[in-house]
């Protein structure tokens, strides 16, 4: 149980790390890995494979990051978790979208939505629901990307999830902004600021309003 200690840790650090310091979360992960390839721990391998391409996509490697969540992917299929299944499917879409291939990226978080729906994880559902928004918009559909934000607001707001709502407002708020409603524009960036200010917010903060269009 020591080396499965010190890998949970190890990927624990990771997570910590990765929006801060994603270099030092790739460090953590490629550990985690070759300990538990070592005592052939699927789970815990397709975790560290996860993180590491992360941290690579933070980092802005898209093409190595695809390529460490397709591996992830094939263990979390041979496990059949979902949970792990869900968040390679956002991540992917995630890359997609960086690389603006929003049919794709729609696909993508469109599955992960199934996979998140399934588990009743409503975190992931309102994550998920966004970044197909984000998709949906890129694609010229508007209502459907703003029906999309609306549900991801309101389940945020329930469950005081602050980073998905500064997320869901951001959206909303560029949705107007795109369309040159420019008041209605501003009252939505204006109240995700509010909720990035709060003691409990985790997310990003947002660094003024120009820096939050294109989301």
């Known amino acids: 149980s020591t080396g499965i200690d010190k890998i949970d840790l190890n990927l624990n650090l990771a997570e910590g790390y990765l929006n801060n310091q ?39 490697n898209n093409s190595v990051a695809y390529d ?23 991540s992917i879409g995630r890359v997609y979208k960086i690389l603006g291939d929003y049919p794709a990226a729609l696909e993508y978080h ?20 966004i970044n197909a928004g984000v998709a949906y918009r890129n694609l010229g559909e508007k209502n459907i990307a703003l029906e999309n934000y609306n549900k ?23 949705v107007y902004w795109y369309d040159h409603n420019y008041n209605d524009a501003l009252i939505y960036y204006e109240k995700a600021l509010m909720v ?14 120009q820096n939050n269009i294109g989301n």
């Open 110 to 129: 469109l599955m992960a939505l199934h996979y998140y729906e399934e588990l009743g994880n409503q975190e992931g559902i309102s994550s998920s629901l």
């Open 196 to 209: 990035s200010n709060e003691t409990h917010y985790k997310g990003e903060h947002p660094g003024g309003i």
């Open 22 to 60: 994603p270099h030092k979360s790739l460090e953590l992960a490629r550990a985690a890995l070759e300990l538990s390839s070592k005592i052939n721990d699927l789970d815990r391998s397709a975790h560290s494979l996860f993180l590491i391409a992360e941290a690579n996509r933070a980092m802005g």
């Open 152 to 174: 991801a607001l309101e389940i945020s707001t329930q469950l005081k999830d602050l980073t998905n709502m500064v997320s869901a407002l951001i959206s909303i708020g560029n």
């Open 68 to 90: 460490f969540y397709f591996q992830a992917n094939k263990i979390y299929e041979q496990l059949s978790n979902k949970e792990g299944l869900a968040n390679c499917a956002n």
